[in-house]
DNA sequence: ATTTTATCGATAAAAAATTATCGAAAGAAG
DNA sequence: CTTCTTTCGATAATTTTTTATCGATAAAAT
């Protein structure tokens, strides 16, 4: 019975507000605050008031209150709930050189429902080590050990030229989602869900908001 | 004379696209391919062959030409002059942890217009070392360095805890841009550009991405 | 107890982005 | 040389996303 509803209906710009959003309210909760406006997140997100209506609506399952906002306990658990943060997902990840290494050293991805269980690079001199208590694989065992702990997200942290050797291995061992840190566009089978962490992307949209900031100066 | 229609009427989202056109026409140039057409591109990258031709349209000179498409040497110009690949922009960057480290060894920036030039680091251990031929400095030298090297943009690749503090003294030192790598909302006066890099929104769509496949099979 | 104020949710309007349609042009094929 | 095919650019239609408006409600203030 029926949360087929969340999954439709909320849209892509809304869910990737939602983790601003959570961490706004955890500041605020942390800060011992129990009610929010819509107004509060909006002004400190440069966001407008009724989009954060609009936004937490889609997802919430308590109604704000006129004069008090929102709960803000209720709200973060209604986001945890949302986004899946209480339970994890399992992945493994895919080269260990720098962004690699930064990756699973990064403890954060816990409270996103990420759980790394292992990595796996082509250099002899990594396997067997530990990063963050993750152990790293040879890529020869990339698709058997894949499928063997049935993991089905796959994070690829290789330089370009190896980025779709290593979404074809992934996709070999039964991966659904790839998350792709190289730098080049994957061709992966219409079924798979690839999310590319384009930060030249990132990069020319911060350069060209640079550039009108200035232009507007002189 | 004459470019700002450039800067205006080019949509965020054209924009967030750019790179990863630019990244297949490098492709097939050094294929050799010297025409490509809307149909082909959008394939590739699963877009529309319309909104290929319209993206394109906004930032192109030469127009393309039927039965043939578009010049693939005239496109990647078009795509570095607009985004400005092809001149570069200094850069700082701040905390070299584990995330920092990886930026700053990635030679990949500098084709993307970004060059750092510095960076910052509060662990007495790391400074003066170097990170790919960049030079860590004492994060108390911060605001005075920037302002003397005339750096318009700041890297934040700090702990969250530090990033709010990280983000003033970049605003002291007279940076215009913010690309800020901490998973928390920085507060900045009103004329200064943040993008935030935000992992958690990009892994949030990826989830939703997978939970909508894996729905639509059983 | 009444008024004032801050806030909400719902609905409507506007703006932005995507997709569809179609005539025209340029090369390829016959 | 004519026809066919591919592709373009322009315009129109559609869809999605954001913003505006407004009556209702609950707490706070008078």
């Known amino acids: 019975m029926g ?26 909760l942390a800060a011992g605050e129990k009610t929010v ?10 966001l407008s008031a009724v989009q954060v209506r609009k ?3 889609a997802i919430a399952r308590e109604a704000g209150k006129p004069k008090l906002g929102f709960t803000v306990a209720d709200l973060i658990a209604d986001i945890d709930r949302f986004l899946g943060y209480d339970n994890l997902n399992d992945a493994v990840l895919v080269g260990v050189g720098g962004l690699g290494k ?19 690079d ?43 050797g290593a979404a074809d291995e992934l996709v070999k061992g039964g991966v659904r989602a790839i998350w792709n840190f190289a730098p080049v566009h994957l061709n992966v089978p219409a079924n798979i869900a690839v999310k590319n962490e384009d930060m030249a992307a990132s990069l020319a949209i911060l350069s060209k908001r640079l550039a009108e900031i200035l ?4």
């Not at 107004?39 to 997100?45: F, V």
């Open 55 to 57: 936004d937490l609506s």
């Open 122 to 164: 082509a250099d002899p001199a990594r396997i067997g080590t530990s990063i963050g208590g993750i152990k790293v694989f040879p890529a020869e065992e990339l698709a058997r050990l894949v499928r063997r702990l049935n993991v089905l997200i796959g994070i690829i942290a290789v330089p370009k030229e190896a980025a779709q």
């Open 3 to 28: 949360n087929e509803k969340e999954l439709l209906n909320v849209s892509k710009a809304t869910i990737g507000r939602l983790p601003a959003y959570h961490r706004y309210l955890q500041e605020k």
């Open 102 to 120: 930064a990756l699973a050293g990064y403890s954060g991805f816990k409270h996103y429902g990420l759980n790394i269980v292992a990595a796996f």
């Open 37 to 46: 406006s819509s107004t509060a997140i909006a002004e400190e997100l440069h």
């Open 215 to 218: 232009n507007n100066e002189k």
